[in-house]
């Protein structure tokens, strides 16, 4: 899994703000185990309900009951500092230009 995060973080058109947007249908509110079950399934993840909510209860740092936006970017973000750094500084294309489909 960690592979595949620092692959995702390696990417120039992947940014937290619209990986975001993908479960929380462009707001910025937190995301509820919902949330998540709509997140997967736009990324054509299968994912149950009992799935969504292991996820929520490892990640949901202040124990709410659902994932602030920094709480949802530790799903994504790797373990090596200097990735992790420069994922999170990247901004959304201000074009409106999305992530790629690879990236999607």
């Known amino acids: 899994m960690e592979d595949k995060k620092v692959a995702l973080a390696q990417r120039a058109d992947f940014n937290l703000e619209d990986a975001f947007a993908v479960f929380s249908g462009n707001s910025l509110s937190r995301l509820a ?8 399934e736009k990324l054509g993840i ?4 009992a799935d969504a909510s292991l996820v929520r209860m490892r990640y949901d740092a202040d124990e709410d009951g659902r994932l602030g936006f920094w709480e949802f970017a530790n ?4 373990i090596e500092p200097m990735l992790r750094d420069e994922a999170e500084r990247r901004k959304p294309d201000t074009r409106g230009c ?4 690879e990236t999607f």
Request: proline share 10%; net charge negative.
């Open 98 to 101: 999305p992530m790629s489909a």
């Open 33 to 40: 185990e919902q949330d998540l079950l709509y997140g997967y």
């Open 75 to 78: 799903i994504l973000l790797p």
């Open 46 to 49: 299968a994912c149950s309900s």
